[in-house]
């Protein structure tokens, strides 16, 4: 396999991936939940923009695209579910609600911390 040199993904043209992370955004914004898995925001994505999608794995060096594309984006983070063993994200100060904090359980974390934080 081929593997990116660090820092691919310099290459994606701005245009498209303001394009991308704009539908990302949209997605994110319109969850009820407040957030999205990584895996579910990738089909959707996938669905709406699949040539952009290809460009950005590409750019990004195939896995952790998505990852990487929001890592440079202010209005979104990542965030961690208890339960959800994948990263997921939502927009910067949405209220997040999960199956695990109607049943009176936690609420999404950041590791190593307490309450709704990002990741990092």
């Not at 950005?56 to 440079?72: E, I, N, P, R, V």
């Not at 063993?85 to 939502?90: G, S, T």
């Amino acid at each position: 396999a081929v593997v990116a040199p660090p820092g691919a993904g310099a290459g994606m043209p701005a245009k498209e991936r303001e394009k991308l992370a704009q539908a990302a955004r949209i997605n994110l914004a319109r969850t009820p939940t407040g957030y999205l898995e990584g895996s579910k925001l990738s089909i959707a994505l996938r669905q709406s923009h699949q040539a952009l999608v290809e460009m950005a794995k590409t750019s990004y060096g195939g896995k952790g695209w998505l990852k990487k594309l929001l890592d440079q984006e202010k209005l979104v983070e990542q965030i961690e579910i208890p339960g959800i063993n994948e990263p997921c994200f939502r927009m910067k100060g949405a209220t997040v609600t999960s199956p695990s904090m109607a049943k009176g359980g936690g609420g999404c974390k950041a590791k190593g911390g307490g309450g709704c934080m990002a990741k990092g």
